[in-house]
């Protein structure tokens, strides 16, 4: 079983990582996708720790790693890890079993050689500015492997930082998890995430978060501080989202308040040699934990797997977090080769290919029209490489890190803004491709027209004002479009209702951004406000419009004489609730009363008056006219 990162070719190398074929049934995995007789299991909520030991004893297990419900196992033999998988399997307080799988890459040298152009902004980082001048030879492109590169084709993301110059950038936090990153190098100062509560080196957890001497990130593989990229790869694509300009290498986040935070979730390399790097479902878990539980918005994940892999799956479908993946390098049809996590199709996942600097797909990427977000520039990428270096590299894990540092852009830049809505700004405003036409759902990723995009709805505030003698609840507005578009429309309604309801602002009563309305009964009450763009929301709102409890007489009974008159006198719980009162007769030509409670005694006999309040509450009053 091989897997990887979505690349990797550094200066003269680069490296693919590959995967088996998914299981879809998550939960029955072949006894032969266990590696090394590891099994990865979950424990429930309800499990105590004197049940977690007797499991495990039962099982014939060894524990060797274990976050909070995660645990990695270990058996001493083949024929043990079967017993073992059905006995945990079958156990009620377990609510996973899988393989801990391994990831490897398994590596395709090639040499894309740049026929000129010095190491210049707008010639090497074709992805960032493209001026057409750049020609390169690419190995995978077998009829004409000369390259040139065509003027507009990258991420339109210098007027996206011409625009918010001088507007403060809010701070973002990207996880890059991947093979680590090189902390020392020149391109980084004053770009990396920083663990202030903690003291680097003390061996001591100073923060109490359950990571020693995580000052500058986390090594989830061998569950250290140690971050060290000895391969490049992750350090590459740090510098694609985030390079502060050193010899004149940007990132795509400029001069942004974004950090990056260094996540390792490979193995240490052999003599620098990628194919001997190793992560597994236990390392990657951690490692997307840690960057939640640290602050991190968005991780940028350039590493893939054909098999299923049920733990990470359900952290993030779950987790609030933005994934950008790398759709793979093998060149496939995703639909009929799923690649994952690029290929799930939730809300917070954006899935990359690669685009070469003419506009074409790049021979090797990945593919789906119906899963595959955007394309980014990902063929013969100049960036940061460990030991102070600079280098090429080639591939959708390139390409992912583009997508990461517009997203970053966008949360930095943007209010109210999530993982969904920015995935819908990134993909709907793709700049369209005839050479990505079902290739890709999107197109070509556009920074500055995926900040121009207004996708949040209008914010609707409200303040309640109850007034008891007026019988009313007074509704005071405030509904603001914190995006590009301006308001359009505010409207209400009684009762429960949905943004359909409202016709795109064509039903409902019209009312002023600022403006109050008085809900004269208890119930629900919806607003509704639509901005210029077509953005939609509604609020709900409870009123409670304080009414009478009961009412009551001084008497129960009044005595008259014919052509004689009385005013009745109710009063009601509570005393000071506005109140409306009808009164009725049962005999008019006995006694009348008029709609003030003013009673006339008409001739002998006995007539009963009705007095209502206008919520319903009743009481009477017999008549006896003399």
Known sequence: MSIILCITCFATQMEFIRAEKENYDAQEYDISKYVNNEILIKLSENCSEAKERAILKNANVTVLKKMKSYIVLRTSTREILGDAVKYLKKNTYIDLVQPNFEYEQSGEKYTGTYVRGGVTFSQNQWGLMNDGTLEFVDRFVSKSPMIQAKKGIDINVTPFWSDVKNKKSKRVIVAVVDTGIDINHPSFEGKLWKNTKEIPGDGIDNDKNGYIDDYDGWNSYSLDSELQDEVGHGTHCAGVIAANGQDNVWGVTGESNVKIMPVKVFSKSKKRDSRTCRATSFSILWGLEYAQDNGAKICNVSLGLEESDSVLREFMKSSDMLFICAAGNDGVFLDYSPTYPAYYNFSNIISVANIRCDGKMHESSNYSSKRVGVAAPGAEI??????????????????????????????????????????????????????????????????????????????????????????????????????????????????????????????????????????????????????????????????????????????????????????????????????????????KKIASVDSKGKIVAKRTGKATIIIKTHNGRRTTLKVIVK
């Open 382 to 587: 100049y960036s940061t490489l460990p030991d102070n270096d600079f280098g090429f590299m080639t591939g959708t894990s390139m390409s992912a890190p583009y997508v990461t540092g517009v997203a970053a852009l966008l949360y930095s830049y943007t209010d109210r803004i999530n993982a969904t809505s920015a995935k819908k700004q990134i993909e709907k405003t793709a700049t369209k491709l005839d050479s990505l036409q079902k290739k890709v759902s999107g197109g070509l990723v556009n920074a500055y027209k995926a900040y121009k995009m207004d996708v949040s709805a209008p914010s609707i505030q409200y303040k309640r004002t109850v007034y008891k003698s007026k019988g009313y609840v007074s509704v005071k507005l405030n509904v603001a479009d914190y995006g590009n578009a301006g308001l359009k429309y505010v409207r209400w309604l009684k009762g429960s209702h949905t943004v359909s309801n409202f016709q795109n602002g064509n039903k409902g009563v019209k009312i002023s951004s600022t403006g109050t309305f008085h809900a004269k009964s208890s119930g629900t009450y919806t607003i509704y406000a639509i901005d210029k763009s077509g953005n939609e929301t509604v609020r709900k709102l409870t009123i409670n419009v304080p009414v009478p409890s009961w009412i009551e007489l001084s008497s129960s009974s009044v005595t008259l004489k014919k052509g004689a008159s009385y005013k009745i006198s109710p009063y009601v719980h509570p005393s000071s609730v506005y109140v409306k009162y009808t009164y009725q007769s049962s005999d």
